[in-house]
């Protein structure tokens, strides 16, 4: 066996295939799922901030796209400016300007995973596995940097200390009551996530026992 | 009537239970003490009757509430246009129009000082207005929400307002009157603005002694051309037709069956020129001296068709249908009104139109159907001294209904029941229509029903919706000189009254509602349209918008754009304004420069309006979200000029200001 026969693995035979379809078709489906919701989310929110305050009766929002930022944008940036928050705008621009490259780089792997029907499938799918929780983790610095370096000359640098907003939950700042929530985008990430797991379970179960097989054979006729 | 006074209390009882319930709701929420919470202890303290506490239920609107309409009245001699919420009567804004309104900074800025410029006379500064008649905008004869016009009756000029930020965009000057009444009027797509004039005169600019009244002094109306999408009096477009010097008074556009036709009062058809320090009698017994005055019928589509063809001639530079041209072709005819009249409204079918004669008790109502065929067959009674067919009282009166004293004004209903003011009665009488709309209403037609005490003098009234092709009804308001004993002593000049009245039940009786005092002007009319035809803009559209052209103005600057430039003499500075500064913050200049100053509030947040307020040199200007505005002035005193917000922005709206210098 060849190495790159190694990595890609052993096809399936045409008449096991017709005969468990099931076994073969899992894999395929979880994994395959799991791309296409990361695609969809590259147009969704991941992330939502809202604000409440009395001069605000029905709140401000921003969202969080991998590549943009919505919502009342401008007006957070007026309100931040007087604690010395540097604009929204500025935020993680490197993430913004590759992430739909990225999160799609990171689809194709995991769907490549339904062809590589050897333990290797595991590494095609691990960024896809982990993609949510590295979000949250860059989203955790991105609030770390911005509420850890507040401009010193800002108005009310006096009043407010800096500081690391929530990623979830409510949290007060002056007169706003803040609500971090996780959106639809991020739920999306997650349920691919999950989606891997279970597809590479089926993907173990499918392809071992062919892979052993296939192996064994080489070892015999070695 | 037994069962009636039981449904009273009942009501009485309901009404009793909702404002319990409302105060206690009132006391949790707002944690506000509002009496021990029992109401007829506080009626009792407060001595109301029943009666007030159903009144005070039936207009009363809650914090965060919206009334369920809108009234646009004259602001009467401030040049201004009231906006009232209905029926809370709070007043919700105050609009500038003809005279400068430094909240609004209206006439600080170039771009408002530019549209009052347009309509002073050879070039002279007016400080103020005298608006009359305000016009909704009206598609298919019903108010669509999208324009305000209104007249200035002391210099016969026009207004337009936009009714997306509810400000004014154009005023265009009359180039033959002086003085105009009849105005503003809409015909029923908007059109057309009509104005007409009220104390002849011979043509703007010109002498001529008084002795040559009949000659040489005219009167006239002007039917303003409107372009709906640019939103502006297309000037070059419009045209007047002249009139005996009658002094014509108001006037009303036709709907439906008369559309294309305008009808219009006049009062001196004796022509009497005064002179009572002469030995003459005195205009008020002078041009009272005959019985009838002439309603004006005035064909306009075919004035704008003769118009079109070029059969007008230019004076002032203003094309104007002549009389004896209107006398040639059919644009003009009278119809003897009774004395002195002041009200001539279409009803909402257009069929009828109502004359009220100030000297005499009835209504007169006239048919247009009859007027219509008179026309056509040639019926007329003779001619008056300019040419003009007349057409026989008989022939064209419906039928006369004794109202009561002093009959002004008239509004209707959808119920088929119309209201006219009586101004020496300080009364609205409530009468029925007949032909047509006696199925509405079932009663005996052209019938005077009921009547209502007003405090006091009544001039117009507004019902809602109540002059155009579907009234609404319900609420009326009562625009009354004079309010007498009806507030505090504030001092001899006392506010007007407007006076709420519930119309709602047409089987029942009206029912005074709530008094507001008006303490600007004398307003004379004003319209009520339903809140929810109104499309307000939050913030303008863009930031740099220029709402003098209602589009993207090249002087309108994004953030990180702010600079000064130097050309010569002339400094022009971009300046940006946000919560809470302006950027630049020094401007410096030298003495005797010319100072270009352009300022955009930047901001997209509702509510977030900037002032800027320069003293010495005489300004403050209003910026809501988005807008660009610009001062220009010569900078002819040395000296440090703090500017500053002059609208409470923020937190830190004192620390939003910066310093002017001018280096000597």
Not at chain 2, 270 to 289: D, H, I, L, R, Y
Not at chain 2, 561 to 578: C, D, K, L, N, P
Request: hydrophobic share 40%; aromatic share 12%; charged share 20%.
């Amino acid at each position: 066996m060849k190495d790159l026969d190694l990595i890609v693995g052993p096809r399936v035979p045409k008449d096991l295939l017709k005969k468990e379809r099931k076994r073969f078709l899992l894999p395929t489906v979880f994994l395959g799922g799991a791309a296409f919701l990361l695609l969809v989310s590259i147009f969704l929110p991941y992330w939502k901030l809202t604000l409440f305050a009395p001069q605000y009766p029905s709140g401000l929002q921003v969202q969080i796209y991998v590549n943009q930022v919505k919502g009342d944008v401008k007006e957070i940036d007026t309100l931040n400016h007087y604690i010395g928050m540097r604009s929204l705008t500025e935020a993680a621009p490197l993430e913004r300007s590759l992430s739909i490259f990225l999160v799609a780089g990171i689809a194709l792997l995991a769907f490549a995973a339904i062809y590589i029907h050897s333990p290797i499938a595991l590494f095609f799918s691990i960024p896809a596995l982990l993609y949510p929780v590295i979000f949250l983790a860059d989203l955790y610095f991105w609030m770390w940097n911005f509420g850890t370096n507040l401009d010193p000359r800002a108005p009310l640098s006096g009043a407010v200390k800096p500081f690391v907003p929530p990623i979830l939950g409510e949290s007060k700042i002056a007169q706003f009551k803040t609500i971090a929530s996780w959106d639809i985008g991020l739920y999306l990430a997650i349920v691919a996530s999950i989606m891997i797991i279970i597809g590479l379970y089926f993907h173990r179960k499918a392809y071992k026992p062919l892979l052993e097989s296939e192996l064994q054979k080489a070892t015999r006729e070695d | 009537m037994k069962k009636n006074v039981l449904t009273r209390l009942f009501i009485a009882a309901s009404v009793i239970g909702v404002l319990l319930f409302m105060m206690t709701c009132g006391k949790r929420e707002a944690g506000q003490v509002v009496g021990n919470g029992d109401l007829k202890a506080i009626a009792e303290q407060r001595g109301l009757t029943p009666a007030d506490l159903i009144a005070a239920a039936k207009t009363y609107v809650p914090t965060g509430k919206y009334d369920e309409y809108v009234m646009f009245s004259s602001g009467g001699h401030s040049g201004q246009v009231l906006v009232i919420g209905i029926p809370s009567m709070r007043l919700l804004k105050v609009l500038a129009v003809f005279t400068p309104e430094p909240w609004q900074g209206w006439g600080f800025s170039k771009e408002t000082k530019d549209i009052l410029k347009a309509s002073y006379v050879d070039g002279k500064e007016l400080t103020w207005g005298d608006t009359h008649h305000p016009a909704l905008s009206e598609t298919n004869g019903d108010y669509d929400g999208q324009f305000l016009f209104i007249n200035d009756k002391a210099n016969a000029r026009t207004a337009v307002i936009d009714l997306r930020d509810f400000e004014t965009k154009q005023i265009v000057k009359n180039p033959l009157s002086l003085s105009d009444h009849g105005g503003t009027f809409v015909t029923p797509n908007t059109e057309w603005v009509i104005e007409g004039g009220q104390y002849a005169m011979p043509w703007t600019g010109k002498y001529a002694p008084i002795s040559k009244y009949k000659e040489e002094y005219r009167g006239m109306v002007t039917f303003w051309k409107f372009d709906r999408k640019k939103g502006r009096i297309i000037v070059e477009e419009s045209f007047a037709l002249e009139l005996p010097p009658y002094w014509q008074d108001i006037a009303d556009a036709g709907k439906k069956v008369s559309e294309g036709w305008v009808f219009m009062n006049s009062f001196n058809v004796e022509m009497s020129t005064g002179g009572v320090e002469k030995g003459n009698p005195p205009f008020e017994a002078g041009a009272s001296q005959l019985d009838m005055d002439y309603l004006h019928v005035i064909n306009l589509k075919k004035a704008a068709e003769l118009f079109k063809a070029g059969k007008t001639k230019k004076i002032n530079g203003f094309p104007v249908l002549t009389l004896d041209v209107a006398a040639k072709e059919g644009v003009l005819f009278f119809v003897p009104e009774p004395k002195s009249p002041h009200g001539a409204d279409v009803t909402p079918d257009g069929n009828y139109i109502v004359v009220s004669g100030k000297l005499d008790p009835h209504a007169t109502i006239y048919n247009f159907t009859k007027i219509k065929k008179a026309i056509e067959e040639k019926n007329f009674a003779g001619k008056d001294d300019y040419g003009i067919p007349i057409i026989a009282f008989d022939t064209a009166v419906e039928t006369q209904i004794e109202l009561g004293l002093g009959p002004l004004h008239t509004q209707f209903d959808p119920n088929g029941y119309a209201y006219t003011s009586l101004f020496l009665e300080s009364a609205v009488a409530r009468w029925t229509l007949g032909g047509p709309w006696t199925e509405k209403h079932g009663k005996e037609p052209w019938t005077l029903v009921d009547k209502i005490s007003i405090h006091y003098n009544v001039g117009h009234i507004a019902v809602a919706e109540g002059d155009n092709v579907n009234p609404d009804g319900k609420y009326l308001v009562s625009l009354n000189k004079w309010a007498i004993d009806r507030f505090t002593g504030v001092g001899p000049l006392l506010p007007q009254n407007f006076q709420l009245v519930d119309i709602s039940n047409p089987n029942g009786n009206m029912q005074l509602l709530y008094d507001m005092p008006i303490g600007i002007g004398e307003p004379h009319y004003a319209q009520i349209i339903k809140a929810d035809k109104l499309k307000s803009w939050d913030v303008y559209p863009e930031i740099g918008w220029d709402p003098g052209t209602q589009s993207k103005s090249k002087y309108g600057i994004q953030a990180g754009e702010e600079r000064i430039v130097r050309r010569g003499r002339t400094v022009e500075v971009f300046m940006t304004a946000v919560r809470s500064h302006y950027t630049p913050e020094h401007v410096e200049v030298r003495k005797g420069d010319r100072v270009i100053w352009h300022i955009t509030n930047i901001e997209r947040a509702k509510d977030a309006t900037h002032g800027f307020a320069l003293p010495y040199y005489n300004v403050n200007l209003s910026l809501e979200p988005g807008e660009t505005q610009t001062i220009e002035f010569v900078a002819d005193k040395a000296g440090v000029f703090p500017f500053y917000c002059s609208e409470f922005c923020s937190a830190l709206h004192l620390e939003m200001a910066g310093y002017f210098l001018v280096k000597p």
